[in-house]
Structures are given as structure tokens and as C-alpha cells.
């Protein structure tokens, strides 16, 4: 018995979360990650260029989604590996 007592979960037969849960967690962290890595990179990229307004906008949602999908895939796969 841990120390303070039995926990909920355990009593329940329920011992954490899924192999699923964690490959999602794992994406939205790389995600997370990436898209501000886009953000960073691809603003930095596209004021160099000398874009503005609607241009600046696209280009930054365009790479904030390539980066943060690419790096979410990453950790997924390396979740799912550790599962």
C-alpha cells in the first residue's frame, strides 16, 4: 500500500492513462513546440522578405502549422515508441 493510502485510480483497477492518451499528448506538446518555433523563425524570415499585413499573417500561420506538425508527428512516434 503507498504511502497515505490506497488512490482512487488504483482501487478501480484503472492504472493511468492509455498508450493513446499519451501518443496525444505527446503530438500536442510537439505541436505546441513547433508552431512557436514557426512563429519565430517564419516571422523573422518573412519581415526579412519585407512582407506585411495579410501576406505577413499568411506566411506565419503557414509555417507555425508546418512546424508544429512536423514536430508533433516527431514526438508522437517517439511516444508511441516508449508506450
Same mark, same amino acid.
Given at each position: 500500500m503507498p504511502i497515505g493510502g490506497t488512490p482512487q485510480n488504483y482501487r478501480q483497477g484503472q492504472a493511468g492513462q492509455s498508450c493513446f492518451d499519451k501518443i496525444k499528448m505527446g503530438f500536442g506538446m510537439g505541436f505546441?513546440? #513547433?508552431?512557436?518555433? #514557426? =512563429?519565430? =523563425? &517564419? &516571422?523573422f524570415q518573412a519581415f526579412r522578405y519585407g512582407l506585411r499585413g495579410r501576406e505577413l499573417v499568411t506566411t506565419l500561420v503557414k509555417s507555425m502549422g508546418q512546424a508544429g506538425g512536423s514536430f508533433g508527428v516527431f514526438m508522437a512516434v517517439g511516444t508511441a515508441l516508449r508506450c
Open positions: 505546441v513546440i #513547433g508552431a512557436s518555433t #514557426g =512563429f519565430l =523563425f &517564419g &516571422g
